[in-house]
């Protein structure tokens, strides 16, 4: 598999680096990070490819390079509204358009609360074209006790929507 994440914003960044750290070792992985991310250095030890998010002639910009899937951790309303209305200004919002072109999974997990009427009516303009809108919400059910296992929780349901194998968090039996 071969799988983009794009990591935009600056609050939840650490979500997007535990989603590319938890990744199985064998997914291609190609990281995009916006200026305001900024954690470029907290992927030194993983095996993935950088590119910068000015580069909109990168590799992944196109169609061609066959990417399976595209995950924006965390999205920003920024992000979220330039996809919503087909902008592609900057690396990341050019590859949720090329997922969206080339109709392979595209999920969004935006990051703000509480969702204005216009994040809502992006999100379901995105939702009617097939992405896959899912903000980082806690599943009480799961009954974790600990931070990082509520973030395994999340990430593992990111997984299971992208169609990549996991046991991060316990299962209904």
């Known amino acids: ?9 600056a ?22 990070v916006s200026d305001n991310a900024l954690t470029v250095e907290s992927f030194e030890n993983k095996q993935v490819t950088l590119h910068n998010s000015k580069n909109i002639a990168a590799s992944i910009s196109s169609g061609s390079f ?21 902008i592609s200004d900057n690396l990341a919002t050019r590859v949720a358009a090329v997922a969206l072109k080339e109709q392979k999974k595209l999920l969004l997990a935006p990051r703000e609360m509480p969702f204005s009427a216009i994040a809502l009516e992006n999100m379901q303009k995105l939702a009617t ?4 809108i899912a903000p980082p919400v806690m599943g009480y059910y799961a009954e974790v006790t600990l931070m990082e296992e509520m973030e395994r929780f999340i990430i593992g349901k990111w997984y299971d929507a992208l169609g990549i194998e996991n046991d991060l968090y316990t299962r209904w039996k």
């Open 11 to 32: 609050s939840g960044v650490h979500l997007g680096k535990k989603f590319v750290d938890y990744l199985p070792s064998d997914i291609e992985v190609h990281v995009v």
């Open 1 to 9: 598999m071969r799988l983009v994440v794009a990591i935009t914003g």
């Open 129 to 132: 074209l097939g992405v896959i």
């Open 66 to 86: 066959r990417v399976d899937a595209t995950a924006i951790i965390p999205c920003s309303m920024n992000t979220l509204a330039k996809v919503a209305c087909g």
